[in-house]
């Protein structure tokens, strides 16, 4: 049987489709699983020994991509993205497809309402309902990320140890997904002499890290933003002990390791069902009881009532206090 799984982005989303490829693989006899993705993100699945092709999408090869899609022959389409490109695709190939309830409707009235009707459930248990047509079982082994076989990254060459050392993500694609400088900066001055690293990617991130370590005197405070891979992050948090993140695809990495994962949830909500999938004696989550929480299912450009409280009430002190010793 041959079946084709989509998911075009991002990072985390990619990763949390995991079990889906995995169950898949396992449960369905003499499937070929492919994957589409953009080309962006293409690393995130090319390790996947439960993936036996990949489709890239990029900006200009769509036309080609479908016309390529098309000649597959698919049995089966698992639209796990669920948007107008994913319809065209899905109308143009005429292969049976199945897709999953994305909840529209609960997560507006969550947002501009405040009324929440949104089910005690993860995204992961939203994708195996959409399957349940084709009696596809959720194994419960989480999700998971797969190294290619080298990775060149040393800790030696930081002066770090595994489990003795705690990450700081720095980015996210929304302004207000992201832990504010000041925050941040409290966050390390509380770690004391705890070796922290800040791991990010982009020109946004390399300013912040930047005024970070103008900021601070700490001794044992390590700047990888944007010179690691995704590859290479993820190893770095692999490693860590703890790992300080908003909403992120970091989130989402941690999920498939043994790490402390402390979350600061800034415009969105794990009610949304997109939390880290791990236990809850892994998983810190910090959230400020506002009137105005959630302000968007996804995120924006700055905060819409001007003060961006969610991230700018976090209690560090708190937060540094739990963590594990």
Sequence with gaps: MKILIIRFSSIGDIVL?????????KQIANAEVHYLTKNSYSSLVTNNPYVDKIHTLNDNNFSRLVADLKNENYDLVIDLHKNIRTLKIKRAIKSKWLSFNKLNLKKWLFVNFKIDLLPESHIIDRYFD???????????????????????????QYNIHKNQYVVISLGATYFTKQIPNNIILSLIKRL???????????????????????NTHHKKLINLCDSLSIDESAYMIKNAKTIITGDTGMMHI??????????????????????ANVQKEQVQNYLINLSCHPCSKLGSDNCPRGHFNCMNMQDTEKIVHSLPQ
């Design 17 to 25: 489709t995991s079990p889906i490829i995995r169950c898949v693989k």
């Design 192 to 214: 004391n002499d705890t070796p922290i690293v800040l791991i990010g990617a982009g020109e946004t991130d390399v300013k912040k890290a930047n005024h970070i370590i103008s």
């Design 130 to 156: 959409g399957l349940k047509s084709i009696n596809i079982k959720n194994d419960n082994l989480g999700v998971e990320y797969y190294f290619p076989n080298q990775i060149s990254l040393d800790l030696n």
């Design 254 to 275: 941690a999920s498939c390791f043994n790490v402390h994962i402390v979350t600061l949830w800034g415009n969105t909500h794990p009610k949304f069902g997109m939390y």
